[in-house]
């Protein structure tokens, strides 16, 4: 397993690379604050950095429509998909947060602040994503990373002993 040190405290927008790409286990955990009259931000798990790459997954809370809510999405080929919506968002404005992104065989766990709050399909390779970019009126504390895979999976040859 790699370690790949944390990012701390980087200006947004922000742009860095994750070590190894995305395989199923591996957590990404954002930790920040939502600026003050925040309208919108987003956390982006990308294919390399280039203008307009493809986007795996596209979190995007919105507080400057009238409901508020979380947008997510995929880019291919500079293209959105269909939109998933989520008419709650789970992060204040003013107030700290932890995201966390665990990433599953077909889905992205996501969860806020210790709670789960929802599953995205993978639409793309979760093997092509090697990039993370934040942009919007957040205030970023940390990115980290890390490798649960072993931590998840028994091995299937072996009882567990308590």
């Known amino acids: 397993m790699d370690y790949q040190q944390p990012f701390c405290n980087p200006s947004v927008p922000f742009t860095g690379c994750i070590q190894g790409g ?12 939502v600026l003050p009259n925040a309208k919108r931000f987003h956390v982006n798990l990308q294919c390399g950095s280039k203008e307009k790459p493809y986007v ?5 809370p919105r507080y400057d429509e009238s409901k508020h809510h979380v947008a997510c999405n995929t880019m291919l080929s500079s293209k959105w998909g269909p939109e998933e919506r989520k008419y709650y968002i789970p992060m204040t404005q003013e107030e700290r947060f932890t995201l966390l992104f665990l990433v599953n065989r077909d889905t992205y766990s996501v969860i806020v602040n210790g709670a789960h709050f929802m599953e995205y399909l993978h639409r793309m390779s979760i093997t092509q994503v090697d990039t993370i970019f934040v942009s919007g009126d957040v205030e970023i504390e940390s990115i980290a990373f890390s490798n649960s895979a072993g931590l998840l999976k028994q091995p299937a040859n072996q009882d567990v002993v308590m």
């Open 22 to 33: 995305l395989h199923e286990g591996k957590t990404i955990t954002v930790t920040g604050r």
């Open 56 to 60: 795996a997954l596209h979190f995007n």
